[in-house]
């Protein structure tokens, strides 16, 4: 067993006038290391399908993780797609690829040497920014407001729960797990820095 490729994630970024921007951030596996970090910490299981094991089998212990992969988005096509940005973000760049990639999750004294691969695009030079983020409002009206299948109440947009959840916390703050909330507390206590203020749920 040899791991080469990571999540290798993609994300994109695209502005309306009204509503909030479309934001699509995914990674090219099925779900992304952190998620399984998270089960772990919460003692939960990971479901069939986010990982195998050395020998195909489904891994859903995310204790265990290092045992095994995390599979790819649409099988054989997330694999091409981890492929080709893993040599645009790291071999073009002259950055780590496949087997000079340091995992940091095991060790955090190493550089990485992480690449990444950045295109902008000037709106202007394709369109009239405020007619290009108007006709985008009119993509994601048609697409909100488009019939739905039986027992569905809501068509959601990339980011648009993600901003909805970045308006909510920035009201009243960001939820922690309790584990987490000792662990950085103990974390800043021995850094003699300020801690977290808890407030009220």
Do not use: C
């Amino acid at each position: 067993m040899e791991l080469l490729l990571s999540t290798n994630p993609i994300a994109f970024a695209i502005p309306a006038l009204e509503e909030p921007p479309i934001v699509l951030d995914i990674a090219t596996s099925v779900t992304a290391y952190g998620k399984v970090k998270t089960k772990a910490q919460r003692g939960e299981l990971m479901p069939e399908g986010w990982m195998i094991d050395a020998h195909g089998n489904p891994l859903t212990d995310p204790k265990r993780a290092e045992e095994g992969f995390l599979l790819p988005i649409g099988g054989y096509k997330g694999y091409g797609l981890a492929l080709v940005f893993g040599l645009l973000a790291g071999t073009l760049n002259s950055a780590a690829f496949g087997r000079d990639v340091i995992d940091f999750n095991k060790d955090d004294i190493t550089p990485t040497n992480t690449g990444q691969v950045i295109v902008a695009l000037d709106i202007a030079r394709f369109s009239p920014v405020e007619a290009f983020k108007r006709r985008v409002d009119e993509v994601i009206r048609d697409f909100r407001n488009s019939q739905r299948m039986p027992a569905v109440d809501h068509i959601r947009l990339p980011g648009e729960q993600s901003h909805a959840i970045w308006l909510e916390r920035s009201a009243h703050g960001i939820p922690l797990p309790d584990v987490l909330f000792k662990n950085l507390q103990q974390v800043a206590s021995e850094l003699a820095i300020e801690g977290l203020r808890e407030t009220p749920r």
